[in-house]
């Protein structure tokens, strides 16, 4: 795995999932904690490198205006009145923040896919990314359904099991074991900056 043409997407690091009080928070609670701190490791290593760093938070307009018949998750987030536009639920965690312009944000996620309604394969494509790294929230929905579309645009798909978060830790074990195997690489940070040849992988743990 060549760091030029590897990219992370970071999906769903926003407070209304990672905050105690965000109005999300109860759906990756076992979990998240421990996935932040995983991913602010590896952030750490990856910032000195050349692999490319994405954010795509999903941000709705105050009347969810877009969001015509929600069904599921969708439906979930529009009653709660999460990701709305303007709030401090919608907003990216501090903790991602202070890596400043070294993450690259792609706006116009409003669905599941990081891929539907935004630039983020011209993003990818105009750097040449060839590799495609996922981390964030929630493993069964946003992270499964980028890394479905991620490997339909042929790009290599690597997902990280200590840097998602699911529901439960049995989704998050059937995801990993399952799900992802049939179009993407599972590994953990450790292994990950190994394949990439780069820092120390104890940084990461």
Do not use: W
Request: proline share 3%; glycine share 6%; charged share 20%.
């Amino acid at each position: 795995m060549n760091p030029k043409t590897t990219a992370l997407v970071l999906i769903g690091y926003q407070n209304d999932y990672f905050a105690n009080d965000g109005v999300l928070h109860s759906v990756v609670e076992e979990s998240v904690d421990q996935v932040l701190e995983n991913t602010l490791a590896l952030l750490r290593v990856l910032e000195k490198t050349d692999v490319l760093i994405v954010t795509t938070p999903i941000i709705f307009t105050p009347d969810y205006s877009e969001l015509t018949q929600p069904v599921g998750i969708l439906k979930v987030i529009k009653e709660a009145g999460a990701f709305k536009a303007g709030t401090m639920g919608a907003q990216t965690i501090p903790e991602i923040h202070r890596f400043g312009s070294r993450i690259v944000e792609v706006p116009g996620k409003r669905g599941l896919n990081a891929f539907a309604d935004t630039n983020l394969h011209k993003v990818l494509q105009e750097r040449h990314i060839e590799d495609l790294i996922l981390a964030g929230a929630v493993t069964s929905i946003c992270i499964d359904s980028t890394g479905r579309a991620a490997f339909e645009r042929n790009y290599r798909v690597t997902q990280l099991s200590d840097c998602t978060s699911g529901r439960t830790s049995v989704e998050q074990s059937f995801y990993c074991n399952n799900v992802f195997p049939l179009y993407a690489t599972v590994a953990d940070s450790r292994d990950l900056l190994s394949q990439l040849g780069v820092g120390d992988s104890d940084d990461a743990q």
